[in-house]
């Protein structure tokens, strides 16, 4: 092992393993050592071997999933290849992407302290860590709640909560925010900072929207095929990543680069302070995006909260008047006035639990509302969070059989997978077969169906993903058909939308153009907005249009 | 959506008994289910967890059970009238099957068949009031010391169910979004899914499990569990239904022939058998 074994908490030596009847290794010869109290951020894109790097940290690699494994893991003093993740357990908590997944009783407190339980802890020691613990992580609230119940969000919490009962050396979360909304996930990863800072425990952090967490981090750690591409500070790996990986840069770095800025920031505060000494005549706040030279990239939507309010020109692509839809005896959406115009592109977002999913299953005609109407009679397809559920049938033309089938193929790109097994493909065409099982038959004239709507399409994707799935959104507006998507991904959003709908507990709060609705607030505002603070410019080939900009700026103006 | 099987926690006796409470009283049933082949006491043995289930306020499982137990019952009535010819009562002579060739259907294999779809009824109505009423972490725990070492077999006995429930809530609503142009996703192929869907999740929740500290060796002993002041009820309930049906067997009770001819027993001591189950079966939760 490497010399720093005795000051770390985790340590990797030459690492390689391949999974059960896979033909090429996961990981690669890694070596890594992460100190006490260090919090890395783990970068990389799908399938670079993130995941199962802290599969091996936790023992679950080669222990539960089997496979061909080489060279050593140390954790906390444990060699992680000698003991199985049990033994582990009290030396590191890991948190999967998936809290559905990772919860295993019947309430909160139950699982918070489940881990103490197996342990042997005494009641009380464990009412005490499971009290703390809920403190922390602020969810007491939640202790006595059933699991079956708990929003994706609050599930991510009792899992951590979970993790972290025990006070492990190193914490290990793999994608913890991609269910999150922008506030819930910026909260843990302050939550995981202040851990990390007081209780001094190690955090190895998996994250795709790297704008989240970098600022927080001491450490960035990219892996490229199952190797270690970059270890080092934060600052280095943007311009690292720059340079060899543009996919992995933050909008904020890919803002300064674009505008010939140097050196890129690592988050916002940076970036501002970049920026004021980079250009310290410039007040940026004072530009009106919509007037002037930034108003050709700042485009209006078509839709909007006027058009919602009455006057519906015919065909429109969904109509929702005084909607109002009950779950539980709970009125999840109330009163929602919405129109949705043919080729539109509207990403739906809101906190956890605001009504999103719901407005998009009223869309579908799987929710009845108690009140209002919702008309989407040009056809409606809904593809809902998790894709692998609509693949049903042994080979991919037995879910779309015949010619619909064959043209809904075609629109997605997978008309050569006709004979595939669907659980064969890519993450990324198993969501496009999806796409196209839903579609299939639905729109008039043979063609596509007035309306798609998709809820969280992005979850777990890399940026390199998000960019064909935004190209293949374009390609359904410009014939025709409105996207309407649930995200709580702004950066995404803000990449394939041109109008943004924002509720909030059941309402409409806001309804206008993506780059007004993404720009002037805090959590649901691009990273590109938050360093600008511009009306309008929310994404970094407009900011750094905005930085690049000889226009003077005026008062007043 | 949550499923009526889905465990709910409740104030009710059975949710507060002791898991081995819980586990002789509704086994005691099963085990007369299939101790006897009698449709009346069958029927009894029914009527006993129907109102056990209905008691415990798992009204909602047993109805899903049996929409459940009939479907299976309706299959297995079928197939056992296409695959046995044995009986002397021919509904249906030289039936021509693809593939079986002609068959006779006679009025004692349907019987056999319905005998067959009863008991099978009996079992799921059970196991429906014990996923919804019994506490799979009380659950766990019991398997904990069973299977230290296999976090995947404590997953597949505690959290089946309720991972399997979850899992069929979204296949449904994934089958009612598919368009008009895609195939139907039947329910043969939606349970092939459901099953290998499970089997997914109960690995991830056994990785879970393991993760936890389940296969841990040593350590304190978890303090037991508070017994209820119900688990007697349960107890003597379960044993008095043994005893029923010991009894019932010693006199010869509850006989029931499908071949040659269907010998159905309908004497007093049956229909005394079938009576006293529900009766039985209702006095843990009656206020004595």
């Not at chain 1, 922008?182 to 800072?197: C, M, Q, S, T």
């Not at chain 1, 015949?402 to 790109?413: I, P």
């Not at chain 1, 649901?524 to 000889?550: H, N, W, Y």
């Not at chain 2, 409470?21 to 509704?26: E, I, P, Q, S, T």
Request: glycine share 12%; hydrophobic share 50%.
């Amino acid at each position: 092992m490497s010399d720093r074994v005795d000051s770390g908490v985790l340590a990797i030596e030459d690492l390689s393993y391949r999974y059960p009847n896979a033909n090429h290794d996961a990981l690669g010869g890694v070596t890594l050592s992460i100190d006490a109290g260090e919090f890395v951020v783990l970068a990389g894109r799908s399938g670079s071997g993130k995941s199962t790097l802290l599969r091996a940290a936790c023992g679950l690699v080669p222990h539960f999933h089997g496979g061909e494994v080489s060279g050593g893991v140390e954790v906390g003093g444990l060699d992680a290849r000698e003991r199985g993740p049990a033994e582990l357990a009290g030396v590191v908590g890991f948190v999967s992407q998936e809290p559905e997944t990772q919860i295993a009783s019947t309430t909160a407190r139950a699982e918070i302290g489940l881990p103490l339980e197996l342990r042997g802890e005494t009641a009380a020691r464990r009412a005490r860590a499971v009290e703390e613990v809920a403190l922390a992580l602020a969810i007491p609230d939640l202790l006595e709640r059933t699991t079956d119940t708990l929003s994706g969000g609050e599930l991510q919490r009792v899992a951590l909560a979970a993790a972290l009962v025990a006070r492990p050396a190193v914490v290990l979360l793999d994608e913890p925010t991609s269910q999150l909304d922008p506030v819930a996930g910026d909260e843990l990863v302050w939550l995981l900072r202040r851990i990390n800072e007081q209780w001094g425990t190690a955090v190895i952090l998996c994250e795709h929207r790297l704008e989240r967490c970098l600022s927080a981090a001491d450490r960035a750690v990219a892996m490229r095929d199952g190797t270690i591409a970059f270890d080092g500070a934060p600052g280095r790996f943007l311009e690292w990543a720059l340079a060899a990986d543009p996919a992995l840069a933050t909008p904020g770095a890919r803002l300064f680069d674009l505008a010939g800025l140097r050196p890129v920031p690592v988050g916002v505060r940076r970036a501002r302070e970049g920026l004021r000494r980079g250009r310290p005549d410039t007040d940026l706040a004072r530009i009106p995006a919509s007037e002037g030279w930034l108003a050709p990239m700042v485009q209006p939507a078509r839709g909007g909260a006027k058009r919602s309010a009455g006057i519906r020109p015919p065909a429109h692509a969904l109509t929702v008047g005084d909607l109002w839809v009950e779950v539980g005896g709970r009125d999840v959406l109330r009163g929602i006035e919405l129109v949705v115009d043919p080729g539109e592109r509207v990403a739906l977002m809101g906190r956890n639990g605001a009504g999103k999913s719901t407005l998009l299953r009223a869309a579908a005609g799987i929710v009845v509302p108690v009140r209002g109407r919702v008309d989407a009679s040009r056809g409606c397809a809904l593809l809902s969070q998790s894709p692998d559920d609509f693949l049903v049938h042994e080979r991919v033309a037995e879910e779309l059989p015949g010619e619909a089938g064959a043209r809904a193929l075609d629109a997605v790109g997978l008309a050569w997978a006709s004979d595939a097994d669907p659980r064969d493909l890519s993450g990324g065409e198993r969501q496009r077969l999806a796409l196209a099982i839903v579609m299939a038959g639905r729109g008039a004239d043979e063609g596509p169906p007035g309306l798609v709507c998709l809820d969280e399409p992005t979850r777990g994707m890399d940026r390199g993903r998000k960019q064909e799935l935004s190209e293949r959104f374009g390609e359904l507006a410009a014939a025709g058909t409105a996207i309407v998507v649930a995200t709580h991904d702004v950066e995404f959003a803000a990449g394939f939308a041109e109008r943004a709908v924002l509720l909030g507990d059941g309402e409409l709060i806001a309804d206008g153009p993506i780059a007004e609705v993404l720009s002037g607030g805090w959590y649901f505002a691009t990273e590109v907005a938050r360093i600008l603070d511009v009306d309008g410019a929310i994404t970094p080939e407009q900011g750094a249009a905005l930085l690049r900009s000889e226009r003077p700026v005026t008062e007043g103006t | 959506m949550r499923s009526a099987l889905a465990y709910t926690p409740r104030r009710g006796r059975l949710q507060a008994a002791s898991v081995p409470a819980a586990a002789v009283y509704l086994g005691s049933l099963v085990l007369v289910a299939f101790a006897f082949s009698n449709p009346l006491v069958l029927g009894g043995a029914g009527a006993a967890v129907a109102a056990a289930g209905c008691a415990a306020g798992a009204r909602a499982a047993v109805a899903v059970s049996v929409r459940w137990g009939i479907w299976l019952g309706a299959t297995i009535v079928v197939v056992n009238a296409l695959v046995t010819d044995r009986g002397d009562t021919v509904l249906v002579r030289g039936y021509d099957v693809p593939v079986l060739g002609p068959l006779d259907v006679t009025l004692e294999s349907l019987a056999s068949g319905a005998v067959l779809a009863e008991r099978i009824l009996v079992v799921t109505m059970a196991f429906a009031v014990w996923s919804a009423c019994v506490d799979p972490d009380h659950v766990l725990r019991l398997v904990r010391p069973l299977a230290r070492r296999s976090a995947l077999t404590a997953t597949l006995v505690s959290r089946l169910v309720p991972v399997a429930a979850g899992d069929l809530a979204r296949l449904r609503e994934a089958a009612a979004l598919r368009g008009p142009g895609a195939e139907a996703a039947g329910r043969a192929a939606l349970a092939r899914r459901l099953v290998a869907c499970s089997l997914d999740r109960a690995m991830d929740v056994a990785a879970t499990l393991e993760l936890r500290g389940y296969a841990l060796g040593g350590g304190a002993p978890v303090e037991r569990r508070r017994r209820s002041r119900h688990d007697w009820r349960f107890v003597a309930g379960g044993v008095a239904i043994g005893v029923c049906g010991a009894v019932g067997l010693l006199a010869g009770a509850g006989g029931f022939d499908p071949y040659p001819e269907v010998a159905l027993d309908v004497d007093a001591a049956t229909l005394a058998l079938a009576a006293a189950l529900p009766l039985t079966a209702i006095f843990p939760f009656a206020d004595v």
